[in-house]
């Protein structure tokens, strides 16, 4: 079945470093590839997406790009804030199937 | 445009009791699906309703039901509760069905069993 794997947290960063979070996926087909974020005590928002092999997603200076070779979706930002304290979840979903989360890694930005 | 929200916040049953959730989806959305979240993991998908219809079951037993009305809002209900349980159960709503389409979550419910 559909599995994604993400790199262990927590991680923390000083303010204005660079992010990576290294996520990978097994699928079936040519699946989406979604970042999701949680912030304490909030539900999952969605971060950005890509739909289809080097497609780039994007917003609030996060990004990923959906590599089919490597079968990874990383996720990066230039400059880390301490607003971006969270955890962020890999995920994936087929067409007809569901949507399947990796277990999230924690971030902690300091000042 | 109204969000997903989800009722109760907070909530404290024991071992051997039911419990219902509830959930009313985002304006125009005709999809709901339920997401067990355990701490310190990611959500594990139980179901998801299209049109009032089961359209998709996770690896969850049958005492995990479900319903959606009319107007979308959902309900999840789960029976004979263990103290496995104990989670925060998220909601989310979408627009039909595609590989694309993107679900908004609701702040969930968080279920102790004592």
């Known amino acids: 079945g559909n599995s994604v794997t993400q790199m262990e947290g927590p991680v923390t960063l000083s303010e204005e470093a660079f992010l990576t979070i290294n996520c990978t996926y097994t699928?079936?087909?040519?699946?989406?590839l979604f970042w999701y974020v949680q912030y304490p005590g909030e539900g999952l928002q969605l971060l950005l997406k890509?739909?289809?092999?080097?497609d780039k997603g994007s917003n609030k200076g996060f990004e990923a790009t959906y590599r089919k070779e490597t079968t990874s979706f990383h996720l990066e930002k230039g400059s880390v804030q301490v607003s971006d304290s969270a955890v962020y979840f890999c995920?994936?979903?087929?067409?007809?199937?569901?949507?399947?989360f990796g277990p999230g890694t924690r971030l902690s930005v300091l000042p | 445009e109204t969000g997903v929200t989800q009722s109760p916040t907070h909530l404290i049953k024991t071992r051997g009791q039911q419990v219902t959730l509830r959930c009313s989806s985002q304006?125009?959305?005709?999809?709901v699906s339920w997401y067990q979240q355990a701490l310190g993991q990611g959500p594990q998908f139980i179901f998801q309703?299209?049109?009032?219809?089961?359209?998709g079951r996770g690896n969850f037993p049958p005492r995990f039901s479900g319903l959606q009305f009319p107007n979308y809002s959902s309900e999840l209900n789960v029976n004979a509760l263990e103290l496995d349980d104990s989670a925060l159960y998220l909601c989310?709503?979408?627009?039909?069905?595609?590989?694309?389409?993107?679900?908004?979550f609701g702040p969930g419910t968080r279920l102790t069993v004592t």
């Open positions: 989310a709503s979408s627009l039909g069905e595609g590989r694309t389409y993107e679900q908004y």
């Open positions: 699928a079936t087909g040519y699946p989406s």
């Open positions: 890509a739909t289809k092999a080097d």
């Open positions: 995920a994936l979903k087929g067409y007809g199937q569901n949507f399947v």
């Open positions: 304006s125009g959305h005709n999809t």
């Open positions: 309703y299209y049109r009032e219809e089961e359209n």
